[in-house]
């Protein structure tokens, strides 16, 4: 029997922020079968990225971004958890 990964968490530190201000996201990705997860995003206009072991989001222009991550198992199975986030001057 086949199971997605899990995305156990997928939350920014905050949803408002200002431009080019990095926001750290909390992301917890595992297989309850203990296989190897692939994470892949749709930055939505935004810009994510992974520094010192730590996910962030960072964006430049003043709109509100959707941003959606993929967690994919050997399987080709697939989880997906969104969150939004308002960038204002």
């Keep these: ?9 997928f939350e920014p530190a ?15 990705v595992s297989d309850p079968k203990g296989e190897t997860v692939e994470i892949h995003f749709d930055e939505g206009g935004a810009q994510v990225y992974e520094q ?5 989001v960072m ?14 198992n050997e399987h080709f199975l697939i989880s997906e958890k969104s969150f939004t986030i308002r960038v204002e001057k």
């Design 14 to 28: 905050s949803t408002v922020t200002q431009p080019n201000a990095p926001v750290m996201i909390d992301l917890e």
């Design 59 to 72: 964006a430049e222009k003043p709109l509100t971004y959707t941003v959606t991550v993929f967690a994919v």
């Design 1 to 9: 029997h086949l199971k997605k990964p899990k995305i156990a968490a």
């Design 52 to 56: 010192a072991g730590a996910w962030y």
